[in-house]
Each structure stands twice: as structure tokens, then as C-alpha cells.
């Protein structure tokens, strides 16, 4: 569990680890806000807000009704670079959300989270399964995962739809996984049949991890992991799966045309309900053809194909 806290300053909560005041291995910062299924838009607003500041590894949990997002920065990270981080969630953040400060010894945080990370079965087949627990049950495929500190442990819905839909797929072939984050999705389209992927992400941290979880299964052979985003690939391909925030998805549609050979399949997800139709329509602006809107809670996943006679913009 996280060591005893204790504030260290008053105003805007700023705690530290007792006995270690001003001493961390990692900061960590954690909003907090209603559970309630209606805020599905709050968590939307603060993912972004934890990303734009530089905080993409963003842990989620429901505790005692609310819900609670945390990211970590460096225990390193200079005091005057806090201060204006801390001014900027102050002055940005909804009203809706509160906001804390802890130093967190980063041996503890870890074992705290493992302690926590309990098997997760998704869809029909899939089950994920953190690496230290003893051996899995044998009838699902299993998916052994240690995502470090990387998006992608399945207790994001998002990471659920996509590896429901891609159980769906039924002739996955070559693939890129655009966001790997942990890598969750790219070991589950393997061991679902998909023959070789490409997976990126524009994150050190989620290169690392998906390297490893590659390793983990056996599988590094089959993947191409690179840091980036979609201009490290090339098509054609026979699907793209891409779990990462409406804006960026949508802004990437003309990128999964390119990569993706007409007929051949898309999986977009992180996205709520309510964004989907302007993200459906910057995809069917690149021939996408949705098949079906998967959804938990309030997000949404879109499953489709490109279609054969998609348009051209000019030039291309
Ligand atoms: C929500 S996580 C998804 C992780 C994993 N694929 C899953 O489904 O659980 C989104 C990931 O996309 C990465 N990312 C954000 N913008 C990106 C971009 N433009 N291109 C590639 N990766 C991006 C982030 O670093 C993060 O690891």
C-alpha cells in the first residue's frame, strides 16, 4: 500500500510522504471527481487536461463512488516546473474535479498497484492476466500482462471494446496498433490469428512496455514496435486498431486510409458515445463504413471497413 501521507502545505492539497518531506521517487497527482455515469465527459476533460501536461500514464479507479485518475511525474521534476503545473490545473480544471499532490516511493507504488490488478475476462475468449499471479485457467486465450506504467491493464472500458471487436474480426492478417500503450491489443490480434503487426506509440514508457509484453508472450518476432506515430508506418494493411481520444482519431482518418487496404478493417475506441458520430463522419470521409458502435458505459468503440470506392482527396 502507499506510505503514511501528510499534508505539507496548506491551500491546494500538497502532501508528502512522512519523514520524507520534499523527498520523492515519483510525484503523483490525482483528481478526483463524481462517478456518476453522466460524467463520462469530466473524465474525457480531465484525461486531456493529465496528457496536455505531460502526465499520459494515467491510472483510473472507482473508489467509494468516486472516481479517481492519477499520474505520476518524476520525483526529479524541479520544483518551479510543479508550481506551474499546479497553477495551470488550478486555473483549467472543472469545478466538478478536486486535486491532490503526494510523493510516492516508486518500489511501493508498484507493488501497491499488483496488489490491486486482479484477472480481467473480456468478450467471449480473451482473458487478461497479470504475469505474477500463478498459471491461468486454460480455456481462454490468455493474455499475460505487465504494463509497467503504461494505458492498457483492461480497467479502461476502451481497452475492453477494442479487444471485444477484435475478437469479432474474423480475418485479422496484418494489422498496426496505433497507441500500444501496454500492448494489450497488439498480443491479443496475435494470439487471435492476426499473422503480423506494427504497433507505435509516441510514448517511451508504452514502447517499452509493449516490447516486453511481446517478449512475455513469445511473440517479438511478429512485431515491429516503434516510437511514433502513424508516419513510422506503411500500408497496406489488412486493419488498424487505434484506441486514443476523439480529436486524435479523428485527425488521424486520413492516416488510416492510407494504411489500410480498401475492405480491409478498423477498430477505433476512446471515445465517449456523444463524440462518436463527428469521429464517425471524419472516417467516412476517408471510406470508412461503420459496422457497429460498441459501447460500455458511456464510451464508445467503432468496428467498420474501409470500402473499396472511398474518396480521394486532391493530389493523392
Ligand atoms: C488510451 S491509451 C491506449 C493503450 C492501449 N492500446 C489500450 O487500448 O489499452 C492511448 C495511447 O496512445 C498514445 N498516443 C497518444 N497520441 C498518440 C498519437 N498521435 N499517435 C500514437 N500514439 C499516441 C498514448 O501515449 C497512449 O499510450
Redesign the pocket.
Known amino acids: 500500500m502507499y506510505p503514511a501521507i501528510t499534508p505539507l502545505q496548506a491551500g491546494l492539497q500538497w502532501w508528502a510522504v512522512a519523514g520524507r518531506q520534499g523527498v520523492a521517487e515519483l510525484w503523483q497527482v490525482q483528481v478526483e471527481t463524481a462517478a456518476d455515469g453522466a460524467d463520462g465527459e469530466v473524465e474525457e476533460t480531465l ?1 486531456w487536461y493529465l ?1 496536455e501536461l505531460g502526465l ?2 494515467v491510472e483510473r479507479q472507482i473508489l467509494a463512488g468516486r472516481l479517481v485518475l492519477r499520474g505520476y511525474l518524476s520525483g526529479e521534476t524541479p520544483e518551479g516546473v510543479m508550481e506551474r503545473w499546479r497553477e495551470h490545473i488550478r486555473e483549467r480544471l472543472t469545478q466538478k474535479a478536486e486535486i491532490g499532490w503526494y510523493a510516492v516511493e516508486r518500489r511501493d507504488w508498484q507493488a501497491a498497484w499488483r496488489e490491486q490488478w486482479r484477472p480481467i475476462f473480456v468478450g467471449e475468449r480473451l482473458v487478461i492476466w497479470p504475469v505474477w499471479l500463478p498459471d491461468p485457467p486454460g480455456d481462454r486465450l490468455v493474455i499475460p500482462l505487465d504494463p509497467g506504467m ?5 480497467e ?1 472500458a ?2 475492453r471494446l ?2 471485444r471487436a477484435l475478437e469479432s474480426v474474423p480475418d485479422l492478417g496484418t494489422f498496426a ?10 498480443v491479443a490480434a496475435l494470439k487471435l490469428g492476426a499473422g503480423r503487426g506494427w504497433a ?4 517511451d ?2 514502447v517499452v512496455s509493449t516490447r516486453k509484453n511481446l517478449e512475455i508472450s513469445g511473440l517479438e518476432e511478429r512485431v515491429t514496435v516503434a516510437r ?3 508516419e513510422q508506418l506503411s500500408g497496406p494493411l489488412d486493419g488498424v ?5 476523439a480529436e ?1 482519431i479523428a ?2 482518418a486520413p492516416e488510416f486510409r492510407r494504411l489500410v487496404h480498401p475492405g480491409g478493417w478498423g477498430i477505433f ?2 471515445l465517449l458515445l456523444t463524440q462518436a458520430p463527428r469521429v464517425v463522419e471524419a472516417l467516412a470521409g476517408q471510406g470508412f463504413a461503420l459496422s457497429e458502435t460498441l459501447s460500455e458505459g458511456d464510451w464508445a468503440c467503432l468496428v467498420g471497413r474501409f470500402s473499396a470506392d472511398r474518396p480521394r482527396s486532391a493530389g493523392s
Open positions: 484525461y496528457s499520459p500514464h503504461a494505458f492498457g491493464t483492461g479502461h476502451t481497452t477494442c479487444l496498433d496505433v497507441g500500444c500503450g501496454s500492448g494489450v491489443l497488439t507505435v506509440d509516441t510514448d514508457l508504452a511514433g506515430s502513424t486498431v487505434s484506441n486514443i481520444l486524435v485527425n488521424l475506441s476512446g
